[in-house]
T-cell receptor
Framework: GNSVTQMEGPVTLSEEAFLTINCTYT??????LFWYVQYPGEGLQLLLK?????DKGSNKGFEATYRKETTSFHLEKGSVQVSDSAVYFC????????????FGSGTRLSIRP | GAVVSQHPSWVICKSGTSVKIECRSL??????MFWYRQFPKQSLMLMAT?????????EQGVEKDKFLINHASLTLSTLTVTSAHPEDSSFYIC??????????????FGEGSRLTVL
């Protein structure tokens, strides 16, 4: 079945450091890929998405590229801020009629001032 | 933006009682809603897909008689945890997909409901 694997946290970085959170997936067909973010005390929010191979999703300085050859969708940001501290979830949708979204285990990110 | 509201945000109940959690899409219609369960420091586990006007589709290992789902309108889905026990204590999250936008795969999430069963 479909699955998402992302790097375990927690990840702790200093402000302005470069961030990479790895995500790989297993899926039949051509899934859509997502990164969701959960800030402390809030619900999940869509951060960015990509719907086909080689697409790059971007938002708030974060980027992720849909790599079909490596089945990956790594999240990157060039210079993180304290306000980026949150839990990040990689996810995929199988684009079937049900279009269920399957989540990775989440990566907790903490940024030190 | 699209808003999904869950109620109650937290509830404490005695073992053996039933608890109902509501999920409402406030400014859009949602033919499909999803219910997730999130354990501490873990990912969201999809419990079931709730379809307006029809029976919910449960994921493998989820007891449908334990977790009753009703999606009676395009803006409301309810999850009832029947005869709750301490092991049912968890954070329950709903999400909704705007009708006619299944191809985008985007979901809007409620803020979650924390259930504690004593």
């Amino acid at each position: 079945g479909n699955s998402v694997t992302q790097m375990e946290g927690p990840v702790t970085l200093s402000e302005e450091a470069f961030l990479t959170i790895n995500c790989t997936y297993t899926a039949t067909g051509y899934p859509s890929l997502f990164w969701y973010v959960q800030y402390p005390g809030e619900g999940l929010q869509l951060l960015l998405k990509a719907t086909k191979a080689d697409d790059k999703g971007s938002n708030k300085g974060f980027e992720a590229t849909y790599r079909k050859e490596t089945t990956s969708f790594h999240l990157e940001k060039g210079s993180v801020q304290v306000s980026d501290s949150a839990v990040y979830f990689c996810a995929l949708s199988d684009n079937s009629s049900a279009s269920k979204i399957i989540f990775g285990s989440g990566t907790r990110l903490s940024i030190r001032p | 933006g699209a808003v999904v509201s869950q109620h109650p945000s937290w509830v404490i109940c005695k073992s053996g009682t039933s608890v109902k959690i509501e999920c409402r899409s406030l400014d859009f219609q949602a033919t499909t809603m999803f219910w997730y369960r999130q354990f501490p420091k873990q990912s969201l586990m999809l419990m079931a897909t709730s379809n307006e006007g029809s029976k919910a589709t449960y994921e493998q290992g989820v007891e449908k008689d334990k977790f009753l789902i009703n999606h009676a309108s395009l803006t409301l889905s309810t999850l009832t945890v029947t005869s709750a026990h301490p092991e049912d204590s968890s954070f329950y999250i709903c999400s909704a997909r705007p009708s006619g936008r299944a191809e985008t795969g985007e979901l809007f999430f409620g803020e979650g409901s924390r259930l504690t069963v004593l």
